[in-house]
T-cell receptor, first 116, second 117 residues
Framework: AQSVTQLDSHVSVSEGTPVLLRCNYSSSYSPSLFWYVQHPNKGLQLLLK??????LVKGINGFEAEFKKSETSFHLTKPSAHMSDAAEYFCVVSNGYAYNNNDMRFGAGTRLTVKP | GAVVSQHPSRVICKSGTSVKIECRSLDFQATTMFWYRQFPKKSLMLMATSNEGSKATYEQGVEKDKFLINHASLTLSTLTVTSAHPEDSSFYICSASFATGHTDTQYFGPGTRLTVL
């Protein structure tokens, strides 16, 4: 079984400063990893995903994440925060093996606050 | 591409009534659809997985007779909350996926907020 731990429940940054949202995973298989963003009362939007290709994954809105197998981490970063980045972020792991991906495990979420 | 819609976006009902929520993949055929429940300020909890034309697979602890799932076509799945009670009030989110090799990506709908009075 796989699981994911988001190390910070809340991160606060100033606009224009870097963002780091931390995620560690546990998986028996070669995992697929995802970051989703959820704005208030909205559904989830896929930011990026890792599926055993390049370890540095670039996503939308300037976000990127690096898969580090030795550290079992998949931290999300952005060089410069924007006010519109304020939202809830979920790190998700799946076993990446099942043809029907019905074993996605969500982290508890990290709330990102961006101060002006 | 890969847009998933849900209807309604918000519903308020009386205790004891049933509510149906629709999930549609608008521009792709979904091999699998998923239903999640999200409590306030909490993460998503997978309720069930459904494949078109098959019975849904429910997660442990989810009452299949209470949360009826029908996956009638490759673009439509419905979740019916039967005999709803206030404790069923929650944010329900569906997702849909189509296979791309051995890894799938789930595309999420905008969610339906259910309030049971």
């Amino acid at each position: 079984a796989q699981s994911v731990t988001q190390l910070d429940s809340h991160v606060s940054v100033s606009e224009g400063t870097p963002v780091l949202l931390r995620c560690n995973y546990s998986s028996s298989y070669s995992p697929s990893l995802f970051w989703y963003v959820q704005h208030p009362n909205k559904g989830l939007q896929l930011l990026l995903k890792y599926t055993s290709a390049a370890t540095l994954v670039k996503g939308i809105n300037g976000f990127e994440a690096e898969f580090k197998k030795s550290e079992t981490s998949f931290h999300l970063t952005k060089p410069s925060a924007h006010m519109s980045d304020a939202a809830e972020y979920f790190c998700v792991v799946s076993n990446g093996y099942a043809y029907n991906n019905n074993d996605m495990r969500f982290g508890a979420g990290t709330r990102l606050t961006v101060k002006p | 591409g890969a847009v998933v819609s849900q209807h309604p976006s918000r519903v308020i009902c009386k205790s004891g009534t049933s509510v149906k929520i629709e999930c549609r993949s608008l521009d792709f055929q979904a091999t699998t659809m998923f239903w999640y429940r999200q409590f306030p300020k909490k993460s998503l909890m997978l309720m069930a997985t459904s494949n078109e034309g098959s019975k849904a697979t429910y997660e442990q602890g989810v009452e299949k007779d209470k949360f009826l799932i029908n996956h009638a076509s490759l673009t439509l799945s419905t979740l019916t909350v039967t005999s709803a009670h206030p404790e069923d009030s929650s944010f329900y989110i569906c997702s849909a996926s189509f296979a791309t090799g051995h890894t799938d990506t789930q595309y999420f709908g905008p969610g339906t907020r259910l309030t049971v009075l």
